[in-house]
């Protein structure tokens, strides 16, 4: 069980450069997670996806798009790369609830810098 | 609207007690906590699904009262271990989808021997 995968995990761009994170999780989970984390500023939320097929946004959705591949892989995409979007990416997968547990579980993480 | 926490940092002696408070403005479903060591991802702690409920985890329990929208986190007996990032995260009944959780910013605490 590899649990939440990242790639990749750090990523250097200049302004204006598009890439994709990638994550998958081997859980059979539903819900998948997308978080940035810049320092003093805890986690925010960028956007998520409750189930195969459906996305969300977040709480800081401007200037990423999203895509729910499948059940076990949530990719983020950065069209135009600025260096506010320099942080910390961490995707997360939720656990079903059947036992009551409703646990998030996290990706190492990727550490992306815009210059 | 992200829950805020308090204190924003704390410094212990080992064996001290600590609690840190996470609040919102909204009505919660569930509080989740989190520590976060520097330089890794957070890892879970305990969640908390209903009003009164309080959860143990070793010397670490928490509480939630749902009326106020409050949750605390009881650190007992700290040890060097216990040294980390710790955040809340809340899950809101404001009819958005139960999946959507959101963290507050974090209280840091560090244990000194």
């Known amino acids: 069980n590899a649990g939440v995968t990242q790639t990749p995990k750090f990523q250097v761009l200049k302004t204006g450069q598009s890439m994709t994170l990638q994550c998958a999780q081997d859980?059979?989970?539903?819900?998948m997670y997308w978080y940035r984390q810049d320092p003093g500023m805890g986690l925010r939320l960028i956007y998520y996806?409750?189930?195969?097929?459906?996305?969300d946004k977040g709480e800081v959705p401007n200037g990423y798009n999203v895509s729910r591949l499948n059940k076990r892989e949530f990719s983020l995409r950065l069209e135009s790369a600025a260096p506010s979007q320099t942080s910390v990416y961490f995707c997360?997968?939720?656990?079903?609830?059947?036992?009551?547990?409703?646990?998030?579980?996290f990706g190492p993480g990727t550490r992306l810098t815009v210059t | 609207q992200q829950p805020v926490q308090s204190p924003q940092a704390v410094i212990l002696r080992e064996g001290e007690d600590a609690v840190i408070n996470c609040s919102s403005s909204?009505?919660?479903?569930?509080v989740h906590w989190y520590r976060q060591k520097h330089g890794e991802a957070p890892v879970f702690l305990m969640i908390?699904?209903?009003?009164?409920e309080q959860k143990g985890h070793d010397k670490i329990s928490a509480s939630f009262n749902e009326k106020k929208q409050q949750s605390s986190l009881y650190l007992t007996a700290s040890q060097l271990s216990y040294s980390g990032t710790y955040f809340c995260?809340?899950?809101?009944?404001?009819?958005?989808?139960?999946?959507?959780?959101?963290f507050g910013p974090g209280t840091s605490l560090s244990v000194i021997p």
């Open positions: 997360a997968s939720l656990s079903s609830g059947a036992d009551r547990n409703y646990e998030q579980y």
């Open positions: 859980m059979n989970h539903n819900s």
């Open positions: 996806s409750a189930s195969e097929g459906t996305t």
């Open positions: 909204k009505a919660l479903y569930s």
């Open positions: 908390l699904l209903k009003g009164g």
């Open positions: 995260g809340t899950r809101a009944l404001d009819g958005t989808s139960y999946d959507k959780v959101i």
